[in-house]
Each structure stands twice: as structure tokens, then as C-alpha cells.
């Protein structure tokens, strides 16, 4: 399978612990993003990397959550202290270019924070 | 304000039904427009993106309205497999963020 991977698929963990995802890209692509989606919502944006550079963040990204492409391939997504608000489906999608292509979604990471 | 305010529905139209979804962006330097379409606990899907000329995928039909701020989809001769939530998605004025609607959610009846 070629497509978008995410690991793990689900996590669950206690409030105030550190959790961190892992998303591996389709291997050509150089963009690559990140979501939340909560139940009844749509995907919400909180990052992108082009290859290896953070270019952009979301306003609403807190400073607990950080993220990285250290070699411009996979991607990890860091949460720092989780909070029970935290609780979402965390997605990666990755695409060829610019705003004009097709983004690819990874099946995504289910983390529920308790 | 919303980046992308979308009706949540939901619709439950008839199976050959024609249905519309529209889709209203509040920033008017937005760079490019896409229906992407997600069915129940799976990832989004692109189903179309949307071009100020409009353009038709089969039954699909896609209008984007600049001086008004919004965007259409057309769905005719519904089809079962057409249930799913419809995200309207639209990007910042740099296009390189990306914002979602809440989605619509359609289910055809047989």
C-alpha cells in the first residue's frame, strides 16, 4: 500500500501525559499536513510542511503541540501535557505541490485522552 | 467569523433525486476551492475541485461564485453510493492553508 500511513491508529492516555504520532507521507510528496477532526466537524488545520521547513502554523495550534519532517520524509506530531479537549482524530494528508493538488489523508490517529 | 460555512443537513433525498449543496467563504483572497467527500469513520476524499468556470465530473457539478463568495455542488440522479458527509474546502489567500466546512451530510434512500 502506497498511500498515506499513520501510526498508531488509536491512543489513549491519561491527562497531562506526552503523546506523539507518526505519519509517513505517499514518498513524492513534498507537502505535508496536518488536521484535527472532531465528531460532527470538519477537518481543522494546524500545520504544513513543505519537505523538511514548518511554513505554517494555525493561530489556534497551542504551544503544547509541536511538530517536525526533520528529512522532509515522515512527520510527527507531538502533544505536550494532553488535555481532555485534546481528545480528536489527528490527521496527516500529504500532496504533490501547491494549492492546486489533491491532498491525500492518512486513515488518521484516534487519540482519546481520559 | 468562519473561514466555511456549510449547512450540516442532513439531506435524505430519494435514489435519482437531484440534491444541492452550497457553501459560502468569508475571505474573498481565498486561492482555490474543492468538494472533498468522507464516508462514515474514513479519511477525506477529493471528489472535485472548483474552477470559476465551473465543471462537471459526470453527475457531479461544481460553480464557484467569486463575487458572492460561494460555491455549489450539484449531485443529479442520486445514487446509494453517493451517501456521505460533502466538506466544502477552501484555501487562505497564500493557499497554503486549508479550510473545512463542518460537512453536509447526505443519505439517498432507496
Known amino acids: 500500500d502506497t498511500g498515506v500511513s499513520q501510526d498508531p491508529r488509536h491512543k489513549i492516555t491519561k491527562r497531562g501525559q506526552n503523546v506523539t504520532f507518526r505519519c509517513d507521507p505517499i514518498?513524492?510528496?513534498?507537502?505535508l499536513y496536518w488536521y484535527r477532526q472532531t465528531l460532527g466537524q470538519g477537518p481543522e488545520f494546524l500545520t504544513y510542511?513543505?519537505?523538511?521547513?514548518?511554513?505554517?502554523k494555525s493561530r489556534l495550534l497551542s504551544d503544547r503541540f509541536s511538530a517536525e519532517r526533520p528529512k522532509g520524509s515522515f512527520s510527527t506530531l507531538e502533544i505536550q501535557r494532553t488535555e481532555q479537549g485534546d481528545s480528536a482524530m489527528y490527521l496527516c494528508?500529504?500532496?504533490?505541490?501547491?494549492?492546486?493538488?489533491?491532498?491525500?489523508f492518512g486513515p488518521g490517529t484516534r487519540l482519546t485522552v481520559t | 467569523r468562519k473561514e466555511v460555512e456549510q449547512d450540516p443537513g442532513p439531506f435524505n433525498v430519494p435514489e435519482g433525486a437531484t440534491v444541492a449543496f452550497n457553501c459560502t467563504y468569508s475571505?474573498?483572497?481565498?486561492?482555490?476551492f474543492f468538494w472533498y467527500r468522507q464516508d462514515c469513520r474514513k479519511e477525506p476524499k477529493l471528489l472535485m475541485s472548483v474552477y470559476s468556470s465551473g465543471n462537471e465530473d459526470g453527475r457531479f457539478t461544481a460553480q464557484l461564485n467569486r463575487a458572492s463568495q460561494y460555491i455549489s455542488l450539484l449531485i443529479r440522479d442520486s445514487k446509494l453510493s453517493d451517501s456521505a458527509t460533502y466538506l466544502c474546502?477552501?484555501?487562505?489567500?497564500?493557499?497554503?492553508?486549508?479550510?473545512f466546512g463542518t460537512g453536509t451530510s447526505l443519505t439517498v434512500i432507496p
Open positions: 475571505n474573498s483572497a481565498s486561492q482555490s
Open positions: 494528508a500529504s500532496s504533490l505541490g501547491g494549492h492546486f493538488y489533491e491532498q491525500y
Open positions: 514518498s513524492e510528496h513534498n507537502r
Open positions: 510542511f513543505q519537505n523538511e521547513a514548518q511554513l505554517e
Open positions: 474546502v477552501v484555501t487562505s489567500s497564500t493557499g497554503n492553508q486549508f479550510y
